[in-house]
């Protein structure tokens, strides 16, 4: 079983967000029992919260439900996940500054890795932003996560 993990600041907009993503479309696909998801922030602004009202909002509008409390990366998080995905470049360097960090280069990457008709490498912080913000988000994630799921169920690895 594959462990992917998704990563952002607060762990209350974007990456419970791609989390929820990822686990709806495991479900359509019926491939829950080939991966496991879960998601956290560089940062300890929200461990224990749920996700922002506007992103629970945002997810059922779209089908999608979100079941998370928000919680702080861990150094142990790099030995237990195979994949671990960045929504921006800050968030990035903060996974890379762990201690345990060099040892795990190659399974820390950007979630616009996946975009293939990405134009940058960041998906936007929705948090100080509209219902249209929250919406952009969950469109990129969205198509993201298609182009991951393409890659992960067609890679042996």
């Given at each position: 079983?594959?462990?992917?993990?998704?990563?952002?600041?607060?762990?209350?907009?974007?990456?419970?967000?791609?989390?929820?993503?990822?686990?709806?479309?495991?479900?359509?696909?019926?491939?829950?029992?080939?991966f496991?998801a879960?998601?956290?922030?560089?940062?300890?602004?929200?461990?224990?919260?749920?996700?922002?009202?506007?992103?629970?909002?945002?997810?059922?509008?779209?089908?999608?439900?979100?079941?998370?409390?928000?919680?702080?990366?861990?150094?142990?998080?790099?030995?237990?996940?195979?994949?671990?995905?960045?929504?921006?470049?800050?968030?990035?360097?903060?996974?890379?500054?762990?201690?345990?960090?060099?040892?795990?280069?190659?399974?820390?990457?950007?979630?616009?890795?996946?975009?293939?008709?990405?134009?940058?490498?960041?998906?936007?912080?929705?948090?100080?932003?509209?219902?249209?913000?929250?919406?952009?988000?969950?469109?990129?994630?969205?198509?993201?996560?298609?182009?991951?799921?393409?890659?992960?169920?067609?890679?042996?690895?």
């Open positions: 079983m594959k462990k992917i993990l998704f990563v952002c600041l607060g762990n209350i907009c974007r990456s419970p967000l791609a989390e929820a993503i990822f686990v709806h479309k495991l479900k359509e696909k019926d491939l829950s029992h080939h496991k879960d998601s956290c922030g560089t940062a300890n602004y929200h461990v224990g919260d749920k996700p922002d009202p506007r992103t629970l909002q945002n997810a059922l509008s779209n089908g999608v439900s979100i079941n998370h409390l928000g919680r702080q990366l861990h150094s142990n998080d790099l030995e237990e996940f195979d994949l671990v995905l960045a929504m921006d470049e800050s968030n990035l360097q903060n996974i890379r500054r762990l201690p345990n960090a060099s040892n795990h280069q190659h399974k820390i990457k950007l979630m616009r890795s996946y975009d293939v008709d990405q134009k940058e490498n960041s998906v936007p912080d929705p948090y100080y932003g509209t219902e249209k913000d929250f919406q952009q988000v969950f469109e990129i994630l969205n198509h993201s996560i298609d182009r991951l799921l393409i890659e992960l169920t067609s890679d042996n690895r």
